[in-house]
């Protein structure tokens, strides 16, 4: 998943294995219950920018790490039946499509799974993927994972089609501190050179008096917050973000969830606090040292933490005639 330019395609930077992480605890802890339930016939899971497989310091990539979650539920459960997977993977490169290909087709002797492989533009293989989506029936299941080389190949009108037959969950990478830096740059500068991430602002926010759009977003965060707002499509889903701090000058990239399905968040929550035991916001770079008082910090924090969800969830209550235990259970999970 390492896309910069540079080292970035050999070795795996901090924040980079974050991202990694995340999606392997994903398909670890939601992979297997998608396998059990009697309404699923098939699972698809789609990357569309793999990347490398196997970094040169040996950190395996996002399919080798989608292809050894699929292994790891059939051996987890061999005497049940199972759901069938299709693992299909693309990407521009043909030596990383070659090299992914080579290294999972080797090891799929048993058939854990159906594999493609794929040698596409982005644009044309998310078409791909919209169309296959278009033919199936609702007892599919799809996974997609979208870890661009940047954002200009992301428009929030194709993650809608994606979504729109409500049984597709998206983990979307995007590199926030670089959006940020130029966005207010772009808004009014008719420069192709900068028509990649305008298209991009104009997507997630098409209203002029956004913050986004009037350069009022204070930080990286804040900018964060908007995208995951935006990504909810007016409460049509379920949407949460994780970031990922790339330096220690603010700077910050993220990973964003969009599911329509309460387990589907249920699980990313799972896999937020499991990264992040303080906050379940996002992953930080180790300080040089620890501070004296470092731990009544992180104490302090988590009580914080759990105050403002305890006002948060008393506000909720207060302002409905009355609450199910549905609702009470949707309710703090969507706050996170």
Known sequence: MGKKNGDAKKIMYPHSQAKLDYYQSYLSRYLPILRLADFTERIFIFDVFCGTGIYEDGTKGSPILAFEAIKKSHYKHLKKTLTPVSLCVNDLDSSKINGVKKYISGKNKENYCALGFYNKDANEFLNDIITCLQEQTTKSRNLVLIDPYGYKNIRKE????????????????????NIYRFSGNVVNDDDRCVEGLRDFIYSFFPDETHPIRNSKASSEKEFIEHIRTALNFDDEYYSTSFYLQRDNRGHYFAMFSITPNLKGLE????????????TGEGFELPKPMQGLFDNEFKQKAKEDLFNRLKTLVVDFISKKKSVNNNELYDFPLNSQ
């Open 158 to 177: 194709d993650l809608g089609k994606l979504l729109s037959k409500r049984n597709t969950e998206i983990i979307l990478f995007l590199p926030i501190s």
């Open 267 to 278: 699980k990313i929550v799972e896999v937020k606090w499991a990264l992040n035991d303080e």
